[in-house]
């Protein structure tokens, strides 16, 4: 069976059955039974109701990374990857040969700052050029980067709000061919809904750091705000652009991101259904979740969770041409579930979990030219109960099972 009827097999037998929101909103004032600790990293147990192993094949494509974050494949199917602390760019082959490409130098480690997100130009070819996202001692930047042994990176887009936590940093070219990064609002909430500030946003870019034509605000480069720290980026075929949003200890989100719209950070944490406000399209409980990637493969989403331990499998429907005045339904509609999602917003069942504790901390996911799902662990960033495993971190290959 094609891996695009993963999503029919979702939804079999499911179709019934991590803020500040106004009150009576059915955002981040939910009732939840137990009050969440933001420094402890433990996560939720698995849930067999809505198990999906069955659904997924994982290998290992390479060992021994030290908090691999940032993934972006070359036009010869081989991948680079950055490693947050270490300042490196690394080459990684589909048989798990790992070489040293460019030290970045003026990458500065800060917690959850570094080196971040990485692009591969698509014009690599001819140009050799990569693109980087990167913390210093002042600020979070994007810069240019030929990969020729000898240059140094070229910032195109400096000024980007940096912290210890909440750096955002995924960087992908759109079906556009335009640069997209995501930024987090560096602990300081009210640049969230500043669209003169940097931060809490999704930026869409020229190579040249620009604003192209079709950006909603003139001479911004802000594509979308309201966002916490936002750090997964992909593309359905359709077009539809994905995000995937670590929350504030009370609900992470899944998103359809459309340009001009107000995602409601820090007024809205999780499904607000307030006007005004973008909700998403699926929000979990940081137990089972803080999500951090998403790559979408035919009819499913897949995103990974840091402090969950698993991914979930997300069934796709068709999203609506443009978010309406009246809310869309949620499931499930018991208020302290830990997963609830919009089945009339583009969610065509039950999202489902797998790998549940297999593979520890799992951040980045991208789909890799032969269809298949590349992921980075970080168990290595001091955030796993129990420390890492002997072969941590991994880059790790997952395909959707074929029926």
């Known amino acids: 069976m094609h891996r695009s009827r993963i999503a029919l097999l979702l939804a079999a037998g499911l179709l019934a059955g991590c803020s500040s929101a106004p009150a009576g909103a059915s955002g981040r004032e939910l009732p939840h039974t137990d009050p969440i600790d933001p420094t402890d990293f433990h996560h939720g147990a698995a849930d067999p109701s809505a198990a999906a192993d069955d659904l997924v094949s ?106 210890g936590i909440h750096d955002g940093g995924r960087l992908m070219f759109g079906p556009d061919g335009y640069l997209y990064a995501s930024t987090g609002e560096a602990s300081h909430t009210d640049a969230s809904q500043d669209l003169n500030n940097l931060g809490g946003k999704i930026l869409r870019m020229t190579t040249d750091g620009k604003p192209p034509p079709g950006n909603p605000f003139p001479h911004s480069l802000v594509w979308s705000y309201g966002h916490r720290n936002p750090e997964g980026m992909a593309w359905a075929a359709d077009g539809t652009m994905y995000e995937s949003e670590i929350g504030q200890a009370v609900w992470d989100e899944l998103n359809i991101i459309r340009p001009g719209t107000n995602y409601g950070w820090p007024r809205i944490e999780g499904i607000g259904q307030t006007p005004g406000y973008v909700d998403p399209i699926v929000a979990w409980h940081p137990e089972v979740g803080v999500s951090s990637g998403v790559a979408v493969v035919g009819d499913t989403a897949v995103v990974t969770c840091l402090r ?3 991914i979930y499998l997300v069934p796709l429907g ?9 809310p869309p339904a949620i499931a499930p509609t018991d208020p302290t579930a830990s997963v609830r999602w919009r089945p009339e917003a583009g969610v065509a069942a039950r999202p489902r979990e797998a790998l549940f504790e297999r593979y520890g901390r799992l951040r980045t996911a991208l789909a890799a030219p032969d269809g298949s799902i590349w992921m980075t662990t970080s168990n290595r960033d001091g955030r796993r ?14 395909t959707l099972r074929d029926r």
């Open 58 to 163: 994982v290998s290992t494509v390479a060992k021994h990374l030290d908090v691999p974050w940032g993934l972006s494949f070359l036009p010869d199917g081989n991948a680079l990857v950055t490693e947050r602390a270490t300042q490196l760019i690394k080459r990684v082959t589909p048989k798990g040969q790992v070489t040293t490409v460019a030290r970045i130098t003026q990458a500065v480690s800060d917690n959850e700052g570094g080196l971040l997100g990485i692009a591969v130009s698509p014009s690599y070819r001819t140009d050799h050029t990569v693109y980087i996202y990167y913390t210093t001692r002042d600020d979070n930047r994007v810069a240019r980067l030929r990969l020729d042994g000898r240059s140094k990176p070229r910032p195109i887009v400096t000024g980007i709000p940096k912290s």
């Open 318 to 326: 068709k999203p609506p041409a443009a978010a309406g005045r009246r």
């Open 308 to 310: 969950g331990q698993r």
């Open 385 to 398: 109960p129990g420390g890492p495993e002997p072969d941590d971190d991994r880059i790790l290959r997952l």
